[in-house]
């Protein structure tokens, strides 16, 4: 059964920055690339961005240069560096192993939510 653990969310002001966290229970986790996702409150899961096992990073334009992903593929980890925080980035952030089309793999987990306000 593959547990995917996400952690790290919060309250952040316009311009702040979070560090997001996913732990993935796989056994395949080295080979299929990490994706990030988040969910507007009334609105679709969206892809944000994806880093695979050789650390190629692609990320959606929404977070270009503000987001970077990370993997740790010793401890089937995952990190979501989000930096210049808008108040349009205010979602429930989840993880998955993705496809090569980009779909994710596996049920979803519990997500973190992130709030941006002042």
């Known amino acids: 059964q593959v547990q995917l653990v996400e952690s790290g969310g919060g309250l952040v002001q316009p311009g702040g920055s979070l560090r997001l966290s996913c732990v993935v229970s796989a056994s395949t986790f080295t080979i299929y690339p990490v994706g990030w996702y988040r969910q507007a409150p009334g609105g679709p899961r969206e892809l944000i961005i994806t880093v695979d096992k050789d650390d190629v990073i692609r990320g959606a334009a929404s977070i270009a240069g503000r987001f970077t992903a990370s993997r740790d593929n010793a401890k089937s980890t995952s990190a979501l560096q989000m930096n210049s925080l808008k108040s349009e980035d205010t979602a429930t952030y989840y993880c998955?192993?993705?496809?090569?089309?980009?779909?994710?793999?596996?049920?979803w987990g519990q997500g973190t939510q992130v709030n941006v306000s002042s």
């Open positions: 998955n192993l993705v496809d090569g089309q980009g779909f994710p793999l596996w049920p």
